[in-house]
């Protein structure tokens, strides 16, 4: 899947909206599924799916998706729900909120990152509070070892 | 009750030898109906808001592409059904609601399966199916692809990639929905209805934007796609950039004729919307298949 994902970013297939290599786009580029671009874009870029930045994609854009991959040139905040990965090519200059980020050796990432893991919510019930350690049960428990040697 | 609109020129001419199988299959289907030939251009128009006025309620383009759009164009606010009888030139159309042959059309005539699609209006005209500019645009101008013999198809090979390798390509900027803009150089450029590629999705424009292929081997296999098929070659996964519209402007430098169905409709710049017009097409095209194929690709 990874693999596919990385061959995707440097040949931009695949995605319901492409804007290709030689591409000049002005402007906010919104969409409710996946995006790939391999041209040069100026403006920002919003979808409810992934976006893919291929190795020839020269963008001034904050991206705003559910998982971004840049193999190309990003200048801008990148927000994501999942995962910001820039690969081997990949050159980001900007800010990135999103629930992980990765970077493969080779990429370049300049700017702040805010890397949240998102909660976890459990179902059914509540586990048992763990007992709360007193002084008290400390000084117990140093005392007994003591005792055991 | 079914009005036959028939385009005597369609395909040749081949209506002359085709007309009494074609009859006797329509009365053995039971839609045997009025039967009314076109003399000229515009006759299909003129026909068809005649007979949507006489109460007809399914109206079949016996013909090609031109044929199908001059009778979109006379179905107006009509609630009628269209239907197609592949006989022309071209018939794209026809192949894309998934009806190649007579024996079929008729067949899914009786069938009577509809399925709604959105017009799409290029200024003045009202499309179905596909707009192109470039490449294909000029293929359809200076090569005659009618013959289907052997000689004939080495012979339009030659003279499109000629063609194709000495097309100079179109430098393009296309606004898009009042939210971006776009600018490239083109080869080809096709705006269809999504709807028609896949009747599960919705009407929206797809727009595919081709580059040129360079290399010889791929533009020899373009070149030849574009020829048996005669489907605007931009609409499959070998265009470049695609996207989604409602509505789109489209410049050239310098201005271009266009394409609608088959027939030129206009030069750039032009605005191409998707508008509130629906047709109900007899189709042969089976909704549940493509949930089939959706299914076994996921």
Redesign the interface.
């Known amino acids: 899947m990874a693999r596919k994902a990385h061959e995707d970013a440097l040949g931009v297939?695949g995605a319901?909206?492409?804007?290709?290599?030689?591409?000049?786009?002005?402007?906010?580029?919104?969409?409710e599924s996946d995006i790939a671009i391999d041209?040069t874009l100026d403006?920002s870029v919003k979808t409810k799916g992934n976006v893919i930045v291929g190795v020839n994609a020269n963008i001034k854009a904050n991206i705003h998706a559910t998982s971004i991959i840049i193999a190309g040139t990003v200048k801008g905040n990148v927000t994501s729900e999942g995962e910001t990965s820039i690969l081997e090519t990949g050159h980001l200059v900007g800010d990135v909120d999103a629930s992980g980020l990765a970077i493969t050796s080779g990429g370049i990432f300049v700017g702040r990152s805010l890397v949240s893991s998102p909660q976890r919510v459990e179902l059914g019930e509540a586990p048992e509070p763990a007992p709360i350690e007193t002084d008290s049960s400390v000084k117990d428990r140093k005392s007994s070892r003591d005792h055991e040697s | 009750m079914y009005y036959y609109v028939v385009n005597p020129a369609a395909g040749r001419g081949q209506i002359k030898h085709l007309q009494d199988k074609l009859r006797s299959r329509l009365d053995e289907l039971g839609i045997r109906g009025e039967w009314a030939k076109t003399t000229g251009p515009g006759d299909a128009t003129r026909m068809t808001k005649a007979a949507i006025a006489s109460g007809h309620n399914t109206i079949v383009a016996v013909g090609g592409d031109d044929t199908v759009n001059e009778v979109i164009n006379g179905i107006g606010q009509a609630n009628a059904a269209v239907g197609i009888i592949p006989i022309g030139s071209n018939n794209r159309l026809a192949a894309q609601l998934g009806i190649i042959t007579w024996p079929q059309a008729c067949e899914a005539l009786a069938a009577r399966r509809l399925t709604s699609y959105s017009l799409i209006a290029a200024g003045q005209n009202f499309f179905l199916s596909t707009l192109t500019l470039g490449f294909e645009t000029d293929l359809d101008k200076t090569v005659d692809t009618t013959d289907t013999g052997v000689r004939a198809r080495t012979r339009q090979f030659r003279q499109s990639f000629g063609a194709a390798r000495n097309f100079e390509r179109l430098r393009c900027r296309i606004e898009v929905d009042d939210q971006f803009s776009l600018e490239c150089d083109l080869f080809s450029l096709s705006i269809a209805n999504q709807k028609f590629l896949n009747p599960l999705a919705d009407n929206r424009l797809i727009i595919s934007i081709s580059d040129h292929p360079g290399h010889q081997l791929r533009l020899g296999r373009m070149v030849w796609h574009t020829l048996r098929n005669r489907v605007a070659g931009a609409l499959d996964d070998r265009a470049s950039t695609r996207f989604l519209a409602d509505r789109v402007v489209v410049e050239t430098d310098p201005p271009k004729g266009i394409m609608v169905d088959g027939k030129v409709a206009g030069r750039t710049p032009i605005a191409i919307r998707l508008t509130d017009r629906r047709i109900r097409f007899v189709t042969e095209k089976i909704v549940a298949d493509f949930k089939d194929a959706i299914a076994s690709k996921t």
């Open positions: 297939a319901e909206t492409v804007i290709g290599t030689g591409v000049i786009v002005h402007g906010n580029l919104e969409s041209g403006g």
